[in-house]
């Protein structure tokens, strides 16, 4: 299964691979990173990733589904100011 991960909004700074991402239409969605990602920590909260893995039921999420993530690129890296020149540009339209 592959997903398209718009954004991540939270990563759990204990357990730092288990996290609640955006999908690409805009809805929430529990992920599990996989530990052994060599750029895992380089994911930053405003990056466009392409993900692959499967859905699984997720201890860390409360027995809810999440998506468990065995490979990803990235796609796009932003920062806030990045999305702040973007959304400026789209009001001056």
């Known amino acids: 299964m592959k ?17 609640t991402a955006i999908d690409l239409t805009g809805r929430n969605l529990d992920v599990i990173f996989n530990k052994t990602l060599k750029d895992q920590q380089q994911i930053a909260l405003l990056d466009t990733i392409e993900a692959t893995g499967k859905m699984m039921t997720s201890t860390h999420h409360g027995q809810r589904p ?28």
Request: include cysteine; glycine fraction near 8%.
């Open 66 to 93: 999440a998506f468990a993530i065995n490979s990803m690129r990235t796609l796009r890296r932003e920062t806030v100011g990045s999305v702040r020149r973007q959304l400026k540009a789209a009001e001056r339209r």
């Open 3 to 19: 997903l398209t991960i718009t954004g991540i909004i939270y990563i759990d700074g204990c357990i730092p691979f288990i996290g």
